[in-house]
């Protein structure tokens, strides 16, 4: 065989193995976030008290077990704080969490009169699933077991949704399901894949790559794609008064995705924070944290008494 076509069979070879190797690191990152180790609560208790807030007396709080059968194949648990007031806030926990990392909000929203769900994403706490799906599939499983907590008690009535990060992605993309649904608080959530993709990325080119290659990950072994976790194009939808919350330093989902948020929404409230790391700004900043939520509420509380007018 003519040396020419050695060559050119060997560096076939070399190119195939290299394409192999990068289509499997790839697959085995996407993989790492997708289904990563799960934790449980009493991982994330500590967690809390380690580097957020976190009080043993949340959980003496009494709660509604409210289990909801996903239509994708598991159960989800959900957490209803009935603490006797008139509305419920439906606080969004984020990736690789639980109600646990919820519950210094549920004590939030009790101090300003408010009952509260927490529900348990898939493949989080003590609900079931195999992987994560940033979005995709949450918000289907977050929207039946609301329904099913107003099935069960039909005098619940969901004033607002809360999200933290993966659960604020999550909050936006549910929110158009929500019929008069009074209004939305976003804290340190993503616009989108790109946009999750922009602390590790500031090449814009690379990162619609990147979010391209990535979908053929999910789409092809997880079922489902990027463009379900947009959360921005969802937003576009949504009309009830929204709070934009975000750190200038946060280094998990980058400051640049409040920005996208807030073009879309320019009407939205922000708040930011200099620099509180991802998700700690209510631990470093409580004072202004609770007084940006407090604005959101009295303005939904004065769209509320138009309406009756």
């Known amino acids: 065989m003519p040396s020419g076509y050695i060559a050119l069979i060997v560096i076939c070879c070399v ?37 957020k807030k976190f009080s043993d007396e949340w959980l003496k709080e009494e709660y509604v ?11 989800l648990k959900g957490y209803f704080y009935d603490f006797g007031f008139a509305e419920t806030v439906v606080c969004l926990h984020g990736h690789n969490a639980s109600h646990i990392s919820q519950l210094k909000y549920m004590e939030l929203f009790k101090k300003l009169g408010y009952n509260a769900f927490l529900p348990d994403h898939r493949y989080s ?18 929207a039946d077991a609301i329904n099913n907590l107003k099935t069960l008690r039909p005098d619940v009535k969901i004033a607002g949704l809360f999200g933290e990060s993966m659960g604020a992605a999550t909050a936006m993309l549910l929110a ?27 090449n814009k080119t690379f990162r619609k790559l990147g979010v391209a290659l990535i979908g053929m990950v999910t789409k092809a072994f997880y079922g489902f794609s990027p463009k379900e976790c947009d959360a921005a194009e969802a937003l576009t939808k949504t009309r ?12 998990v989902v980058a400051f640049e995705n409040a920005l996208i948020l807030k073009g879309v929404r320019p009407d939205a409230e922000t708040v930011f924070f200099d620099d509180s ?21 009295e303005r939904y509380d004065r769209s509320k008494q ?3 007018v």
């Open 15 to 51: 190119l195939a193995a290299v394409l192999i190797g990068a289509f499997v690191t790839l697959f085995l990152l996407v993989r790492s976030y997708l289904k990563p180790e799960k934790r449980s609560d009493e991982d994330l208790i500590v967690h809390e008290k380690d580097v």
């Open 65 to 75: 077990p409210v289990w909801t059968e996903s239509r994708f194949g598991y159960r």
């Open 125 to 142: 706490g003590s609900s079931g699933g195999k992987y994560i799906t940033f979005g995709a599939k949450e918000k289907i499983d977050a």
């Open 176 to 202: 158009p399901e929500i019929p008069d649904l009074g209004f939305l608080i976003e804290y340190c959530g993503y616009a989108n894949f790109e946009g999750l993709l922009s602390g590790f990325l500031k």
């Open 240 to 251: 009830c008064p929204l709070l934009i919350l975000h750190s200038r330093a946060d280094q």
């Open 277 to 297: 790391l991802h998700a700690r700004s209510l631990c470093v900043y409580p004072e202004r944290f609770e007084s940006a939520v407090v604005d959101i509420l």
């Open 306 to 308: 138009l309406k009756s």
